[in-house]
């Protein structure tokens, strides 16, 4: 159970103060939205001076405060408040309301206003709208240091992926200038070659993270459309077959008839080209991978087995976020942006879908896709 909402009552008339108090005694503020019940702690000073003691010693979440006190006023308690810039919604209570005087208070920072004299309920009410006001606030705020928190993990990930390939391009680059391996174009063969690989993997994680960004603001236009998941299969392991055939890798699909979906082309293809090329990419040379397509009511299940380097339990846990790439000698040479599992899941998410994985280290492992076959 979250904790109470401190509400500090400020006003120099006794049954003013046990009155705001009996009507606050036992209220709760139900908020949905929030996922919360929000009861409320009361606490009471007779005077400007006590409050600003209070408010030092643990400011409130809400305050209640008079306008007119002996001593210091409300007005400037409000001015100490803002310039000491504790977080604290405050509701003036005054019987003296002006235009110049809620002009005064707001650029002082407070929030609202309850005119005296005013019944339980009006109080309730104006507690109430100052509640969900408060953790709207505080919602925000949390949301956008979480997003500040993304993007520095996300530049720092990026930095640290686009590093190592430049470094490499770069001195490939110095010996070719310096020409360190003497005038003959043929000696630097292997070395523009590998830059090419290194500049490939760069302009794939580049699209793969356009791919993600869309996908997650949800600006990636989308088709609804009839698509044969098979005929999308099929052209996937088309695309598999120069590297699967170098490496003597069988490709292999099994589906008896057209699998119908209701979706994206463009969507699907990226599922199924992420599923196969990590296949044929974690496998072990003279190896397999099988795709295995059905129709199961209005679901289609989509497998795609390998005879690959597999995973550990706790390798197959971290699979699906974002930048993970599984680091060990067997994976050190394999290329990759670490996004592509990534991706996959937030689309089979938009199918209202699932995608997990089954493995054992040496011997492979089984990528389950399930979407289903009718969300547009």
């Known amino acids: ?68 006190l002996p001593g210091i006023s409300g007005l400037e308690i409000l001015s100490k408040i803002l310039e000491s810039k504790v977080e604290i919604l405050t509701i003036m209570m005054t019987a003296y309301a002006s235009l110049d005087t809620a002009i005064t208070a707001t650029r002082r920072g407070a929030y609202d206003f309850l005119a005296k004299p005013f019944t339980p309920a009006e109080l309730r009410a104006s507690v109430r709208k100052a509640v969900k006001h408060l953790l709207l606030q505080r919602e925000a705020r949390r949301l956008s240091q979480e997003k500040r928190q993304v993007r520095f993990q996300f530049i720092s990930v ?28 043929l000696a630097y063969q292997q070395m523009v070659g590998r830059s090419l690989v290194r500049v490939h993997g760069m302009r794939k994680l580049i699209l ?16 609804s459309v009839p698509v044969d998941v098979r005929a999308v299969a099929q052209m996937a392991l ?22 119908q979906l209701l979706g994206d082309p463009g969507e699907i293809e990226i599922m199924l080209n992420n599923l196969i090329s990590n296949a044929v990419k974690y496998n072990r040379d003279g190896g397999r991978v099988d795709v295995d397509l059905a129709a199961l009511g209005d679901e289609v299940k989509i497998a795609v087995a390998d005879t ?11 699979l699906f976020q974002d930048f993970v790439r599984i680091k060990n000698e067997k ?18 998410q938009l199918y209202n879908g699932s995608v997990s994985v089954s493995s054992k280290p040496g011997e492979g492992s089984v990528f389950t896709l399930v979407l289903k076959a009718n969300v547009s």
Request: no cysteine; aromatic share 2%; proline share 4%.
């Open 1 to 68: 159970m979250a904790e109470p909402l401190r509400v500090l009552i400020v006003d120099d008339e006794l049954g003013m103060r046990l009155g705001a108090e009996r009507a606050l005694a036992g209220f709760a503020v139900s908020l949905p939205e929030f996922n919360r019940d929000v009861n409320f702690s009361v606490e009471l000073a007779g005077t400007g001076e006590e409050a600003l003691a209070r408010i030092a010693a643990q400011a409130p979440d809400i305050l209640l405060l008079d306008h007119k």
């Open 158 to 185: 990026l930095a640290h992926e686009l590093k190592a390939p430049l470094a490499a391009i770069e001195g490939y680059l110095n010996i070719m200038a310096d020409k360190s391996l003497g005038g003959d174009l």
């Open 208 to 223: 793969d993270l356009l791919d993600l960004t869309r996908i997650e603001s949800g600006n990636r236009k989308r088709e």
């Open 238 to 259: 088309d695309t598999a077959q120069p590297d699967a055939k170098a490496r003597r890798i069988a490709l292999n699909l099994r589906a008896p008839q057209p699998v």
């Open 308 to 318: 690959g380097i597999g995973l550990t339990q706790e390798e197959a846990g971290r």
């Open 331 to 348: 994976t050190r040479n394999i290329l990759g942006s670490g996004l592509g599992l990534a991706i996959l899941k937030k689309l089979a």
